[in-house]
């Protein structure tokens, strides 16, 4: 029997929003650089829009409420101490420029964008102490 995050992951599923479905497409089935993502991915109390556990990479994708929220940043914190890097973006920004959100997507996957930027709303995970 699935658990409840499972369920609400599945319900979410269901009821994607706009940007959710645009990005999904371009996502799916190794679609961008062959890379392998899932969405609705629980990470502990949180259930992450899309991941690339190989890469642990995490997209959410945020609507209007979420400005100045601080429970995004609390939940980027999280996220980030599981050992995933976290990219934001607001739906308008993958509606209206869907080529320039794949691209910054790919540079962080290829690790050409590491460092953490407030301007992109890229959050590295957080390295590993040795």
Same mark, same amino acid.
Request: proline share 4%; glycine share 4%.
């Given at each position: 029997?699935p658990? $409840? $995050?499972t369920?609400?992951?599945?319900a979410?599923?269901?009821?994607?929003?706009?940007?959710? %479905?645009?990005l999904?497409r371009e996502l799916?089935n190794?679609?961008?650089?062959?890379?392998k993502?899932?969405?609705?991915?629980p990470?502990?109390?949180?259930?992450?829009?899309?991941a690339c556990?190989? %890469?642990t990479?995490? =997209?959410?994708?945020?609507?209007a409420?979420?400005?100045?929220?601080?429970?995004?940043?609390?939940?980027?914190?999280?996220?980030? $101490?599981?050992?995933? $890097?976290?990219?934001?973006f607001w739906n308008?920004?993958v509606l209206?420029?869907?080529e320039?959100?794949l691209?910054? =997507?790919?540079?962080?996957?290829e690790?050409?964008l590491?460092d953490?930027?407030?301007?992109?709303?890229?959050?590295?995970? %957080?390295?590993? =102490?040795?």
């Amino acid at each position: 029997m699935p658990n $409840s $995050s499972t369920q609400f992951a599945r319900a979410l599923r269901r009821n994607e929003t706009d940007a959710e %479905k645009v990005l999904w497409r371009e996502l799916r089935n190794r679609n961008l650089n062959g890379f392998k993502f899932t969405r609705q991915y629980p990470i502990g109390p949180f259930i992450a829009d899309f991941a690339c556990r190989e %890469k642990t990479l995490v =997209i959410e994708l945020d609507g209007a409420q979420h400005a100045d929220n601080m429970r995004d940043m609390e939940r980027t914190r999280y996220i980030n $101490s599981a050992g995933f $890097s976290v990219i934001r973006f607001w739906n308008e920004e993958v509606l209206r420029e869907r080529e320039d959100t794949l691209e910054t =997507i790919v540079a962080i996957l290829e690790e050409r964008l590491t460092d953490l930027c407030e301007i992109t709303r890229f959050y590295p995970r %957080k390295p590993e =102490i040795q």
